[in-house]
């Protein structure tokens, strides 16, 4: 499944975001990838993956953000979220929250 964008706006960074996160959706093809521009300085992305089972939350962040390094320093600095979750574990994820009913940005 092709990364998502679910909402907000695109641009360059969201794009190179969206490209970044292809490659990791291309070694996980049962994950599904959601990212979105909340504000001019913030994007946010969540990552659903059976991949995940038995690892931990810092091994999940280490992991995943090595598929950021090939990304510019304002690419990276724009990630503002990372939700890595199992999908056992969204419904009780709170962070999911932000991806299934956003609260608006004020920006």
Known sequence: MPVEVAR???DPIVDQIAEALAA????HPQSRIT???QNPYSVRV?????????M????RNDYVWR?????SDESQADVSMLVLLTPSEVKKSFANMEFE???????
């Open 46 to 54: 969540r990552i659903i993956d059976p991949d995940f089972q038995g």
């Open 101 to 107: 009913d956003p609260v608006p940005s004020e920006l």
């Open 35 to 37: 990212i979105y521009r």
């Open 67 to 71: 598929f950021f390094d090939p990304l």
């Open 8 to 10: 907000g706006t695109r």
């Open 24 to 27: 990791y959706e291309r070694k």
């Open 56 to 59: 931990s939350k810092a091994d």
